[in-house]
């Protein structure tokens, strides 16, 4: 079994490490002597903890203490944040009132499986933590062990919960909860396999069952969302195409105008100019029957 060493990993002021890593191959067994937090974004498979396995997916979480055996396989491609961290580190963060021992979670493995609000909020952290890992500026060890002490708050509160039920009955009580949370981020990155991993489904027979429930795929859904709020940006505010398809969840300007042409029939500068108009058509009729 390789051991891996601190002096391997970390600057000699350093007191974590945060790494993005997509992969479907097997990391063999190992240790080390500081701490893994593992917080897994999309995908699923087993990882192996000493003599005890855990499936993971989409939310679940793993603190690995110093000198801990363990390997990990991959059922599919899956995006984690590795967040590496110096054992000193724990005592720092033990909250002020006491109410979590947070100062005693680097003693031994915790395992969770966070809810869809929990690992929205999560990934949303992740990805602060991470552009903030790469581009410090003052503060920024503060604020990165401050991220960490929130993720291992929501590690503590889902802690020893296996992933949500994945029965039939489980996955139909789940179903209002789906759209209200694709309602919610329609603007933000969404893909349907983070969305159906998140739900405990499999891509599949997730995309099955949003035809079949709400008479769409999940691409038409949300291209039509995303086209909506385009409208009503270019109808009520000046802000310019560019800005309007970035802020609607299009990082490709070349797909937001084959999109919003083939959902309404116009590029985007002319339904402006439509709207435009028929606003000053409207207007000069206003302004004719008071005269």
């Known amino acids: ?28 067994m ?21 003599e005890e ?15 801990a055996r363990h390997m990990i396989s991959f059922s599919a491609e899956t995006e984690y944040y590795d967040i590496l961290v110096r054992n000193e580190v724990f005592p720092l963060l033990q909250s002020g009132n006491r109410e979590l021992s947070l100062g005693e979670l680097g003693d ?23 552009q903030e890992y790469h581009n410090p500026g003052p503060g920024s060890c503060d ?18 919960q296996p992933p949500e039920d994945a029965s039939r009955q489980g996955r139909r ?8 949370y694709i309602n919610s981020h329609y603007t933000e990155p969404l893909r349907l396999y983070d969305v159906a991993g998140m739900y405990h489904y499999s891509a599949n027979s997730f995309s099955k069952m949003f035809k079949k429930k709400f008479g769409m795929t999940f691409s038409d859904y949300l291209h039509r969302k995303r086209v909506e709020l385009a409208k009503d940006r270019l109808r009520l505010s000046t802000d310019t195409v560019s800005d309007i398809c970035r802020a609607v969840g299009y990082s490709n300007s070349s797909e937001f105008y084959r999109i919003f042409q083939r959902c309404t029939g116009m590029s985007p500068q002319e339904y402006r100019q439509q709207r435009e108009a ?6 000069l009729r206003f302004q004719k029957s008071h005269d």
């Not at 855990?54 to 110093?66: A, E």
């Not at 031994?108 to 991470?130: D, H, I, K, N, Q």
């Open 1 to 28: 079994m390789r051991l891996h060493s601190s002096n391997d990993y970390f600057a000699p002021d350093e007191l974590l490490v945060l790494k993005y890593r997509k992969t479907r191959n097997a990391i063999k």
């Open 30 to 50: 190992h240790g080390h002597d500081f701490a893994e937090l593992m917080c897994v974004v999309s995908g699923h498979g087993s990882q192996r903890i000493g």
């Open 53 to 67: 396995s855990y499936d993971f997916t989409c939310g679940s979480m793993f603190l690995i203490p110093s000198g």
């Open 108 to 130: 031994g493995v915790a395992v969770s499986c966070c809810t869809a609000g929990a690992y929205s909020r999560m990934c949303e952290l992740l990805r602060l933590a991470y």
């Open 143 to 160: 604020l990165l062990l401050s991220v960490l002490r929130i993720l291992l708050i929501y590690l503590v509160r889902h802690r020893g």
């Open 173 to 180: 009580a789940a179903l209002p909860q789906i759209l209200d």
């Open 278 to 283: 028929d606003r000053l058509r409207d207007d």
